[in-house]
């Protein structure tokens, strides 16, 4: 299995609609990640929590809000989705100096 | 404010070729350096993991080193096979919450 999961793995919504990925992981990590990829960019770091209390934001926060429901659950909600919303998701973990990545959520807003 | 850059964006090369790819990075202060292998629909597999401190790294056919007082690593990928097609990011840490990626570089090997 894999260790740090995201669902769903696509996504196609309409503009103003709300949508929420989930990250699950099961390496026991307290740190966690959520990035969004555009074509052509790096990741973007959106949000980060370093354990079940400890919530803050990236460099490209707005828009987004996370929920860290547990250690190994950490969602990424978007309120009112937006075309350039459109981008390839990835949550990580992280333990020392390594990250762990989830497999990505390919979002998609009409 | 950090900046990470990786060229070329592509790349394609012949089966059995070695290869360099190239990332820098505009501050120097850094704790370490990671290259990950992106393949199409899924994550990041981190590959290297330099430490300030060290020159380079290595594992199996790749060779990663480290010039910090140019801004400068490269990836060595030897002998190149098409199960070696993927896109190819570097990423610096300087000790703050994140990481910070390059671009990419996006390799093709051809048979």
């Known amino acids: ?110 | 404010k950090q900046e990470v850059t990786q060229i070329p964006a592509a790349l394609s090369v012949p089966e059995g070729e070695n290869l360099v790819l190239n990332c820098s990075f505009t501050d120097s202060a850094i704790y370490n350096l990671q290259w990950f292998r992106q393949d199409p629909g899924k994550g990041l597999t981190s590959l290297l993991l330099i430490q300030s401190s060290q020159r380079e790294q290595t594992s199996g056919r790749l060779n990663a080193s480290l010039d910090k007082s140019s801004g400068r690593s490269t990836l060595y990928i030897a002998a190149s096979q098409p199960g070696d097609s993927a896109t190819y990011l570097c990423a610096v840490f300087s000790g703050t919450y994140k990481y910070i990626f390059g671009t990419g570089t996006r390799l093709k090997v051809l048979a």
Not at chain 1, 33 to 48: A, E, F, N
Not at chain 1, 64 to 73: C, L, P, W
Not at chain 1, 95 to 104: A, I, K, M
């Open chain 1, 1 to 110: 299995d894999a260790d740090v999961t995201q669902t769903p793995r696509n996504r196609i919504t309409k503009t103003g609609k709300r949508i929420m990925l989930e990250c699950s992981q099961t390496k026991g990590h307290d740190r966690m990640y959520w990035y969004r990829q555009d074509p052509g960019l790096g990741l973007q770091l959106i949000y980060y929590s370093f354990d079940v209390k400890d919530i803050n934001k990236g460099e490209i926060s707005d828009g987004y809000s996370v929920s860290r429901q547990a250690q190994a659950k950490f969602s990424l909600s978007l309120e009112s989705a937006i075309p350039n919303q459109t981008a390839l998701y990835f949550c990580a973990t992280r333990l020392g100096d390594t990250q762990y990545f989830g497999p990505g959520t390919r979002l998609t807003v009409l």
